[in-house]
């Protein structure tokens, strides 16, 4: 049996080989249809009564997390009996890791504007697959601002919070409480969390009651992951002697953000990567004015998202590190 750290290592490499297979099943891809059909007989039952649908999205954020949670107790307890359990534990951790896919994505709205002329139009079509915000009337300069703070932002939501949460289930496993929820447990509970904020978290309509549970825990759940990266992604970056400086002036800037999380991820990785992010997004008839991160910095370009996706592979190598040295030194 592979050590846990062994486990989460293998399931690291294994996503930068290959990401996420489009031809193969995604575990978010059945918590999804979960999450669509238990929405429908929520919303049937409780109308539009908001106390009924804040209880509704309760018990849908319940039984989706804990139901996820015990898919990968399961898988768990199969890999640690079984030798043939151990591959399919690491395509499972793996498939909560999204690295590889986040830097294909971002890579795909980056080729389009790297040509000249940039085509714009194929730049916004790729974009429109991975952000919220209106891409219809972006220009050059817009769309990598949106990728830079996209290659931000989802580095913590994409990565190192399901990659903290897998390695909080491998140091139980490595103090011996090889009952309790591991590493995949936890990481599937996390992205069952995410995929509900991403799905019900929206404050309109039905949802600004029903999606409250989900986008709750979801903050609550990437909180610690997200403050974790703004210590830690200094340290790979700039000079060390400019980290408190750094520290300070990203939760300084990112605190003006509505997400407890979101602006902190951007704002570390601006002063890191020494690029301004934020400004004025469209989200289809409403415009929302975000807090202006690394104002002293020149606006994004390619190479900026470029220094963005290379601090997050070796932020990525360096918690590995740590958490090998004290997994193997314990």
């Known amino acids: 049996m592979l050590p846990s750290i062994g486990l ?20 978010v891809q059945v918590m999804g249809a979960v999450i669509q059909q238990l929405r429908l007989g929520v919303e049937a039952i409780a109308g539009d009564r908001p106390w009924a649908l804040r209880l509704g999205g309760g018990l849908i954020t319940t039984m989706v997390v804990g139901g996820s949670a015990l898919a990968g107790c399961m898988l768990e307890q199969f890999g640690l009996r079984s ?63 949106a990728a830079a703070e996209t290659a931000s932002e989802n580095a913590v939501d994409g990565l190192f919070a399901p990659l903290f949460w897998m390695l909080v289930g491998a140091g139980l496993w ?43 825990l979801d903050d609550l ?35 003006h953000d509505p997400s407890p999380n979101a602006g ?25 004015e975000k807090p202006l991160l690394g104002a002293e910095f020149p606006a994004a370009d390619v190479l900026s998202v470029k220094r963005i996706q290379g601090l997050t592979t070796r932020l990525e190598l360096l918690w590995l590190l740590i958490a090998a040295v004290i997994s193997w030194s314990g």
């Open 8 to 27: 989460v290592i293998t399931a690291c490499c294994l996503d930068r080989l290959i990401g996420d297979p489009r031809w193969c099943l995604h575990p």
């Open 83 to 145: 030798p043939w359990g151990l591959p399919i534990l690491v395509i499972g951790l793996a498939s909560t890791l999204a690295g590889q896919s986040l830097r294909l994505a971002v890579n795909d709205v980056l080729k389009p504007l790297s040509v000249s002329p940039p085509e714009l139009e194929l730049a916004r079509h790729k974009l429109g697959w991975i952000v919220g915000r209106s891409v219809d009337d972006l220009m050059a300069p817009e769309l990598l601002r």
């Open 174 to 216: 490595t103090a011996g409480f090889t009952f309790a929820p591991g590493p995949l447990a936890l990481a599937w509970s996390f992205k069952a969390a995410s995929t509900l904020d991403s799905m019900l978290g929206y404050r309109k309509g039905r949802l600004r009651w029903l999606g409250t549970a989900g986008a709750r």
């Open 221 to 255: 759940m990437t909180w610690l992951p997200c403050r974790i990266v703004m210590l830690s992604l200094p340290l790979v970056s700039r000079p060390w002697r400019l980290w408190p400086e750094l520290v300070r002036a990203a939760d300084n800037e990112g605190g």
């Open 264 to 288: 902190r991820s951007e704002a570390i990785y601006a002063h890191c990567a020494e690029v301004q992010l934020g400004g004025r997004n469209r989200y289809g008839d409403r415009w929302v």
